[in-house]
């Protein structure tokens, strides 16, 4: 089989070209947007000019504007279009103190700009879209998220409206009347399903009307969300114009009662792959073009074979065979029409479970602006949050719309255990672990458990797994204290609940004995408190009693702790388990109360 995309021509550009442009005026500007090169790595940084927005506005997907909100709006004004296709836009002043989503604040994504933009500058998110100002999920993004179209945007706002006044909306689903088909879209807070179209304000469906009389209706005013589930058979004599074939296309549809949006690409004999008007109408709808060699389409069993196609092609037939193999259905929902040079099939793509995916998040130290721009987005994308009581606190403004499962100290089995369960049943799940997850973190446990359990149950083995790293308390520790780990150094983990005391203790003589830097996680507990003097012991018997020592708890969160000192006196400072300690080597030093480790530049090059 071979699949061709196609692409409108808008969408093409923004997706080729540069996504973001930083336009600035004064140096106080400019000194900002070149701060915010770190979060947006492709963005060009432009002087403003009015005479350059014609082009980087159908290039960019986000523009961000450090100058003042009356500029811009006369600036952009000339382009706006629709918020289907324009880019978001964002205005910061020159202290970075406020982030104004200006447009495009759903669909565009500028909500989510301005809030990013906000948190790495520790400003303020300036954000007027109600559905966000009241906590509640946009309908058109809900949308866009689940591959649903929406049929009149003329409706939306007051659709919007009665969601905001009222709490709630009631929802159809096509194909979950009866129960017996539980619905594939995860419905959000305020979505209640109904099993009656009449009473709906969203109806979920691929017929163009459910209903052929309007006065049975309940709700004055409805909102059809099409899927793309529609394939399209298509077989056509050569050089067939674009227009011939719409218009069969829609004559089909139309007859059937289908929606032509809900279209979601179309398939035909591979002799037809360079056909103009099959490309230009496949192209026009942003299609997928699926194509079959006649071997191919001769595969599928039930359809009556036409002499003049096989003759032609050397397929048996091809507008309803091409329709079954590219929506992998084993029914058409119509049948073959021959209207003119055109013969047309209409197939429904087959539902596929929702593949499990499961993200296990590194949130570093805890603090919003130390977690990565990816590790947020992933955390943003979840439709469940798993992790311990503490770190879940820690980004409550990233999750505020999630569904949170929390657990205590010690339940990491029980946590693992619950994401696992939520992504195979479809959801889209962030599994939180402080620091980096696989230092000492949850990403081993994780895989651990599959490997242990695939066996039982084989959907395991289809989870999709992206472990997202974060910064390490060791990374995070040894920044506070200066460049401790210039050289070569060993991490050990004092916790004896899973790791026996006689095998840490030798790795304690080995990192001390071979002058490793030692990082020392988990020093001591309620129930431990014998095992850092054990610790310094050890190590005291091969460095010097004067050795840089540091301590850092809870590194970059408010309540930090830093202390430098050294191997005979460390005991005098409040270690706990909050604590991480740097033990330094033969080569640590301490200048200015900064902790150092000579890497041998000095013996190497003249400094």
Same mark, same amino acid.
């Given at each position: 089989?071979?699949?061709?995309? %196609? ?19 004064? &140096? ?46 006369? %600036? ?19 202290? $970075?103190? !406020? ?6 604040? @759903? ?59 009222? $709490? ?44 052929? +009389? ?9 909102? !059809? ?6 394939? #399209? ?64 389409? +001769? ?7 036409? &002499? ?11 507008? *309803?065979?091409?329709?079954? =193999? ?32 499961? !993200? ?6 805890? %603090? /919003?602006? @130390? ?16 992790? !311990? ?18 657990? $205590? ?11 696992? &369960?939520?992504?195979? %049943?479809?959801?889209?799940?962030? =599994? ?23 066996? &039982? ?8 797994? *992206? ?30 609940? =899973? ?9 304690? *003589? ?6 490793? /830097? ?13 095992? #850092? ?64 480790? =000579? ?7 003249? /400094?």
């Amino acid at each position: 089989m071979t699949r061709t995309l %196609s692409m409108d021509t808008e969408n093409k550009n923004r997706k080729s070209g540069i996504k973001t442009a930083i336009f600035y005026i004064t &140096e106080n500007g400019l000194k900002l947007a070149e701060r915010l090169k770190v979060l947006y790595l492709d963005a060009r940084i432009l002087k403003f000019k009015s005479d350059i927005l014609p082009e980087i506005w159908s290039e960019c997907r986000n523009l961000v504007f450090v100058m003042a909100t009356g500029i811009v709006v006369r %600036s952009v004004a000339p382009f706006i279009k629709d918020k289907k296709t324009d880019p978001a836009v964002v205005v910061l002043d020159e202290k $970075g103190k !406020y982030a104004i989503s200006l447009l495009s604040g @759903h669909i565009g994504g500028a909500n989510d700009v301005a809030r990013e933009i906000a948190d790495y500058l520790d400003g303020e998110a300036v954000i007027t879209t109600a559905s966000d100002a009241n906590n509640m999920p946009s309908i058109d993004l809900w949308a866009r998220d689940n591959d649903l179209t929406l049929e009149d945007w003329e409706i939306v706002p007051h659709i919007a409206t009665r969601f905001l006044n009222n $709490g709630a909306l009631k929802i159809y689903v096509q194909g979950t009347e009866d129960g017996s088909q539980a619905s594939a879209i995860n419905l959000p807070d305020g979505f209640l399903q109904v099993s009656e179209p009449a009473s709906a304000d969203l109806l979920i469906t691929n017929k163009h009307r459910l209903m052929a +009389n309007n006065s049975q209706l309940t709700a004055d005013v409805q909102l !059809y969300l099409r899927p793309k589930n529609l394939v #399209i058979g298509i077989g056509c004599n050569s050089a067939t114009s674009e227009i011939e074939i719409e218009n069969a296309v829609r004559k089909t549809l139309e007859e059937h009662n289908l929606s032509f949006p809900s279209i979601h690409s179309i398939a035909t004999i591979d002799i037809k792959i360079n056909e103009s008007g099959l490309r230009s109408f496949a192209q026009r709808y942003d299609l997928g073009m699926n194509t079959f060699s006649p071997d191919e389409l +001769n595969t599928v069993q039930g359809i009556q074979k036409s &002499e003049a196609v096989h003759k032609a092609t050397g397929a048996n037939a091809v507008a *309803e065979p091409a329709a079954i =193999l590219a929506s992998v259905a084993d029914t058409l929902i119509v049948p073959k029409q021959k209207i003119g040079n055109v013969t047309v099939a209409v197939a429904e793509l087959r539902k596929e479970k929702r593949q499990a995916r499961l !993200y296990i998040v590194g949130t570093g130290p805890g %603090s /919003i602006e @130390h977690i990565t721009p990816y590790a947020q987005k992933v955390i943003k994308r979840s439709d469940v949050i798993v992790g !311990y009581g503490t770190y879940i606190d820690l980004i409550q403004e990233l999750i505020k719309d999630k569904e949170v499962v929390c657990t $205590g100290m010690t339940q990491e089995i029980e946590r693992c255990k619950k994401a696992v &369960e939520y992504a195979i %049943s479809g959801k889209i799940v962030s =599994l939180i672990s402080g620091g980096d997850p696989g230092i000492y973190g949850m990403a081993g446990l994780v895989f651990e458990i599959l490997r242990t359990q695939t066996q &039982e149950n084989k959907n395991l083995s289809e989870i999709n797994i *992206e472990v997202i790293p974060g910064v390490s308390a060791l990374n995070a520790c040894a920044a506070r204290l200066g460049a401790p780990l210039m050289h070569d150094f060993a991490v050990i983990s004092l916790s004896d609940r =899973l790791t026996p005391w006689k095998l840490i203790e030798k790795r304690l *003589e080995a990192a001390s004995i071979s002058d490793f /830097i030692i990082v020392l996680y988990n020093p001591r507990s309620i129930g431990r408190q014998e095992h #850092i003097n054990k610790a310094k012991n050890i190590i005291l018997k091969y460095r010097y009693p004067e050795t840089p020592v540091g301590i850092v708890k809870a590194a970059m969160r408010d309540n930090e702790e830093i202390v430098v000192t050294n191997l005979k006196d460390m005991l005098d400072h409040d270690i706990d388990m909050q604590a991480t300690v740097i033990i330094g080597n033969s080569q640590t030093f301490t200048w200015n109360n900064w902790m150092i480790t =000579l890497r041998g530049y000095e013996n190497k090059f003249k /400094i």
